[in-house]
């Protein structure tokens, strides 16, 4: 870590072929990456930069309306969901249409009427991690066409620990 920050990851990240665009920031490349993996970069309270799936740590009690909850909204959008969600990519090596003309598609059934999104990856893609980020893609944006914002008594959860970003809560 030449920057001095810190990463650390709960995942077994895969190795890949990679390109940095010039002009890029770290983050930005960092970001690239981890979304390739279907994965999400997020600071941590120390500063340090964690590589990891949302929604696989967990806070003890909930937001609990008339316990810690002290007002919020929410918002639900169509905005930024598609209807299909389509992976295009290939390997560097071989002719064959499973090197050449790679593909994953995944469908967002909430949406009703057909609004595709075409993703062109900028690096090599086999079927299986193109499947798997057309679905991440369709996870993502319908996660993101939600909003939600609360005010909270406090700064922890019910069992003493501050509240972090990414980790689930009911």
């Known amino acids: 870590d030449k920057f001095g920050i810190g990463f650390k990851s709960d995942e077994d990240l895969r190795k890949i ?5 010039n002009g890029g920031t770290l983050f930005g490349e960092l970001d690239r990456i981890a979304r390739q993996q279907g994965m999400f970069l997020y600071a941590e ?18 937001i609990i309306e008339g316990i810690n ?10 905005q930024g969901r598609h209807s299909d969600y389509i992976v295009k990519g290939q390997m560097p ?6 090197n050449t003309q790679v593909k ?9 009427r057909y609004r595709p999104k075409i993703w062109i990856v900028e690096t090599a893609i086999d ?9 991440h893609m369709r996870a993502v944006s319908a996660g993101e066409s939600v909003k939600a914002s609360t005010t909270l008594q406090g700064f922890r959860d019910q069992g003493g ?4 970003a990414g980790w689930l809560t009911y």
């Open 45 to 62: 309270a120390d500063g340090t930069i964690n590589i990891t799936r949302h929604g696989k740590k967990k806070h003890s009690g909930g």
């Open 161 to 164: 620990k501050v509240w972090e």
């Open 69 to 78: 909850l002290k007002g919020g909204s929410s918002k639900f959008t169509e």
């Open 17 to 21: 072929t990679f390109r940095i665009n």
């Open 104 to 112: 994953g598609e995944a469908k967002d059934e909430g949406v009703k």
């Open 127 to 135: 079927k299986q991690r193109a499947q798997e980020r057309a679905e």
């Open 93 to 98: 090596s071989g002719t064959k249409a499973d």
